[in-house]
C-alpha cells in the first residue's frame, strides 16, 4: 500500500502547483484592470509601442535605427555603432548615446544592454505600469514561477509514479491499474501547462490586455501614411529587427545576433533578468 502515499504525495505536488499558477493568473488579470480607464483611443508614442510589443531591448533598437536612419548614427554592417550626432533629441537618444561611451564608438551588443536598462527605459517602464498598459513585474515573474513549479510538479508525479511501479511487495491492484491513478494528477499538471500556453503568450510579458488592445489598433505593417518615415519606425518597434529593410542595417543588426548566439551576453532591462519573449519571440518579434 506504499503506492497510495506516494499517489497522495503526487496530487499535493500537482495540486498546489496548478493552484500556485491560477491564483498568479488571477492576481495578474486584477491588476491589469486597474487604471485602464480613459486608456481607450490613446495614441501610443514611438517607444511605448516598442515597450509594449518587446520590453526594454526593442526601446533601445528602435531608438539604434530610427537615429540611424537620421544619419545621426552610423550602424556598420561589423556589428559597431559610431556616434555622428553627439546630441541627443530625448532622453532614450541620450542613454544610447551615453552607452556608446565617450570615444563614440562602441559594438553595438553592449549599447543595446546598456541603453535597455537606462533610466529613461525604467521610466518609461513605470508609466506604462500606472496607466495599465504594462504588466507589473511583479506579475509576470509569478505567472513564469507558477508555470515552472507546474512543469517541475510534473516531473515530481513521473518520478513518484515510476517509483511506485518498480516497488517491490505485493499489491491487490494490477501495475496497470497503478500506472492509470498516477496518471490523473500527470494529466492535471499536462493540461494546466497547455491551457496556460495557449492563454498566456510571450508578448503578454510585456503589455497588459489595455495594451494589447492598442497594439491592436495601430496600423499594419504594409499599410501606407503621409508618414512612411513613422510607419516603418511603428513596424520595427512592433516587429523587431526582422522589420528593418535597409541591408546595412540588417547587416548591423544580423552580426549583433551572431555574437549573442556565440555567448556574448545581453542584459535586459527594467528590473527582469529572464530572457525578453517579445523581443525575441520569431527571432526579433
Partial sequence: MLWVILLLVSWAVAGAACTRLCLAAVRAAAVHDVGTAGCEGRDLTLYETAFLSGGPRRVADVTLVSMARQRRLLLAHTGWATVVDPLGRDDM????????????????????????????VRGLADRLERAGLAVPDGAATTIADGIRQVRLAASAVTGLAAAALLLPGASYLPRLLVALWFALPLTLTLSCLVIARIEIPPYAHWASPAGRRLLGALP?????????????????????DRAVGEPDLRAAFAHREHHLEHGQGDVSGRHRTKDDPGSGGAREH
Fill in 220 to 240: 499594419p505593417a504594409g499599410a501606407r501614411t503621409a508618414d512612411d518615415d513613422r510607419t516603418y519606425l511603428t513596424s520595427v518597434a512592433v516587429h523587431g
Fill in 93 to 120: 537618444e541620450r542613454s544610447v548615446i551615453g552607452a556608446i561611451g565617450p570615444r563614440g564608438q562602441s559594438p553595438i551588443t553592449p549599447v543595446r544592454a546598456a541603453a535597455a536598462m537606462a533610466d529613461a
